[in-house]
């Protein structure tokens, strides 16, 4: 074979920038439904299912579509609104009726799957969540420290915030990408909320980003500041009790709905990490939140109010010095006593875990503690301690873990996640981190649904039937093992301050309960700061003894010695070095694995994911020098097979990072200071 021939045997290249949404010609396709969805006899409504079909239509090279009876669109009242149902009453012919035209949307997208899959078509479905969201943190100004997007590497926002209605192709693709895994809101910019998103001239723009979206059955939320009244300089104090404050919030209501009469509603961050919330005024959660809900409950607007509080003066509610050590500790204890106190379209936002995002963080106690609230879970698909856009990682099996416990399933009003999507050229940064999105929506629709099938769903759509299997079983565990190789174990927080991106456990080991004798934090109710004892009786049991813990969370609930016992017979920290070494190992074999798909993946998508499986690569082995000659100093016990003997390239982390966090700081507290000087 020359070499012309050969290189025209690759794929032709692709961005990555389509994701899964690319149509590629079929090879072992259901030629008679291929040929029926080209005879289209469709209802009202179905504009945008059949805009999508034509894009799939001209992918797999078929013709146009013409009238006929091939495929026929229908609404189906009797069907949940969102829900659809697809039948085959012979080969050549194929229904597919919608609760709505957002059922019909969805159901498009799913015999599209299924046809690209080569799934089955018949069927029927509808979400098991009513809203199904993704939480963008874009700031409207580039922050100094995270630039255009909080804790999002590999790309700027994709919304252009100086002219949000300057019509942009990719806002309808945007649109397009969510639609299709059944994702029904957005909130667009960061819960560290800029008051300016409340200007006239903002909600103009969301108006026109609204009627991009409207088609796509995606609707809009945006992030308010609390203190918006007063940092836009038109009240004097935002104590949610006072009446101008009250009416301050209905009118900018009233003003969004005239311009965006599907708007969503609002999400709040209060109360946290500096920002101001209802305690600035010594008011609580409900009448805080209570004076917005009601300025958007006249036109069926919703609020979100986060719960991520910790830090705050909580002596009253835990006199126990321990337990307001644990910051564990604070979101429950701050909101388990108001519940059924909330206003009626207040949804509590509530982190899956109690601390922020720590890998195998087990679930939030407090989703146990409410039972006349509505709830949310928010997930991140950012990966901020987890790797970011470097370190591939799927969180599939973690996420399917929380959906389906006992204190979530089927529990939930809404399902968020924190979005990674940005302006990269594949969207995501890391090409294969479409599989997170792909599978939030996925799972937010069902939450029962098996992670391994829908990953599998998303591996043959990017790469097809031959290829696909393959990077599924490269990326089924991979986020077990970015834990192995980071925070094994349950182990918390050992990463530099500022961007939770590079080990540093020499300046950030406590949060991970590391001293001279053993590691770990003890959560028990017995001898800790009682987090655990915040759960249901079973699972509360469960954690309790080191010997029930599962091990994938043992030291998040307990400081363990050096030398305990694991249930294989070798040491904790024994098992630790073997846990960090075996994770670089794995990441070997992953870009064995990926070199071995070459020519099967078209030349632009391969090199991309080789080049980043080799700063995985590298970034896994500094981990593992940092953190096990870390351990080995504060140990005092050193490998067993002296691995970590030889000098490393990998030195201790002197980078500047904490220079950067007083900065950022500072700047929090300048923040904080414009606040106070308002008389309030
Ligand atoms: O995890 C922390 C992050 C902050 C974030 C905060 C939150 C948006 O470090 O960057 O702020 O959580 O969830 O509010």
């Known amino acids: 074979m020359t070499q012309e021939t050969s290189l025209l045997a690759f794929p032709p290249d692709e961005s990555g920038g389509e994701a899964w949404l690319r149509y590629p010609r079929l090879c072992a396709a259901d030629a008679s439904a291929l040929q029926a969805l080209c005879t289209v006899n469709a209802c009202p409504g179905a504009e945008a299912a059949l805009s999508e079909l034509d894009r799939a239509l001209a992918g797999w090279g078929l013709p146009p579509r013409t009238d006929g009876d091939g495929l026929s669109l229908s609404l189906d009242p009797a069907l949940p609104e969102e829900g659809f149902c697809i039948s085959r009453p012979s080969p050549q012919q194929v229904r597919l009726a919608g609760g709505s035209p957002r059922g019909l949307l969805y159901g498009m997208f ?13 069927g029927a479905s509808a979400p098991a969540v009513p809203l199904r969201m993704i ?19 590999g790309g700027d926002t994709i919304f252009d915030w100086t002219d949000l209605a300057r019509p942009n192709p990719r806002y309808e693709e945007y649109a397009r990408l969510l639609a299709s895994v059944g994702l029904n809101a957005t909130c667009l910019n960061n819960v560290n909320a800029e008051p300016e998103i409340l200007s006239t001239d903002m909600i103009r723009g969301l108006a026109a980003l609204a009627s991009v979206f409207r088609p796509w059955g995606l609707r809009i939320f945006i992030s308010v500041n609390f203190a918006t009244p007063v940092l836009l300089g038109e009240l004097d104090t935002a104590d949610p009790l006072d009446a101008r404050v009250q009416d301050w919030w209905r009118n900018k209501a009233d003003e969004i709905y005239a311009a965006i009469p599907d708007f969503g509603g609002f999400v709040v961050k209060a109360d946290s990490e500096g920002k101001p919330g209802p305690g600035t005024y010594g008011r609580n959660h409900v009448e805080g939140s209570a004076c917005l809900a009601r300025a958007l409950a006249p036109h069926g607007g919703t609020l979100f109010w986060r719960t991520f509080v910790y830090g705050r003066n909580l002596a009253d509610k835990l006199p126990d010095p321990k337990a307001r050590a644990d910051r564990a500790n604070h979101a429950t204890h701050e909101f388990m006593g108001l519940d059924g106190q909330f206003e009626e379209n207040v949804i509590l936002q509530i982190k899956c875990s109690a601390i922020d995002f720590q890998i195998w963080e087990p679930v939030h106690a407090l989703f146990g503690k409410l039972s006349n609230t509505r709830m949310c879970v928010e997930f991140a698909l950012t990966k901020e301690y987890s790797g970011l856009d470097v370190h591939m990682n799927w969180e599939g099996p973690y996420v399917s873990e929380i959906l389906r416990s006992p204190l979530v399933a089927g529990r939930m009003d809404a399902v968020t996640a924190v979005a990674n999507l940005n302006n990269s050229r594949n969207g995501f940064g890391h090409l294969l981190h479409g599989a997170s999105l792909y599978t939030h929506g996925r799972l937010a629709w069902r939450p029962d649904a098996d992670p391994r099938a829908v990953l599998d769903e998303y591996t043959v759509q990017m790469f097809g039937p031959e290829a696909g299997p393959a990077v599924s079983e490269m990326m089924a565990d991979s986020y077990d093992t970015v834990a192995s190789y980071t925070m094994p174990m349950g182990m918390t927080y050992i990463s530099e301050f500022l961007h939770h991106f590079e080990p540093d456990p020499w300046a950030n080991h406590d949060g991970a309960g590391i001293t001279a004798d ?16 915040l759960y249901p009786p079973e699972l509360a049991g469960r954690f309790e003894d080191p010997a029930t813990c599962p091990l994938r969370c043992l030291l998040y609930f307990h400081h363990l010695p050096w030398t305990h016992s694991l249930p294989g017979g070798e040491t904790l920290i024994q098992s630790l070095y073997d846990s960090y070494c075996g994770g670089v190992e794995t990441v070997r074999g992953y870009r064995r694995q990926w070199r071995a798909l070459h020519g099967q993946i078209d030349l632009e998508r391969w090199a991309h994911v080789c080049e980043k499986l080799a700063l995985k690569e590298r970034h896994a082995e500094r981990w593992r020098d940092l953190v096990c000659r870390f351990l080995e100093e504060i140990s005092g016990i050193k490998d067993a097979q002296g691995r970590f003997d030889a000098p490393s390239v990998h030195n201790r982390v002197r980078s500047g990072y904490r220079q950067a966090f007083e900065d950022y700081r500072a700047r929090v507290e300048r923040e904080r200071g414009v606040m106070r000087r308002k008389p309030i």
């Open 135 to 153: 939480n963008h943190w874009d700031n409207l100004v580039c922050d100094p420290v995270h630039g255009s997007i909080e804790r999002v590497k």
């Open 110 to 122: 799913h015999l599209l799957r299924c046809v690209n899959c080569g799934l089955p078509l018949e």
């Open 518 to 533: 053993g590691i770990g934090v003890d959560r028990t109710a017995a001898t800790g700061s009682g987090y655990i004892g």
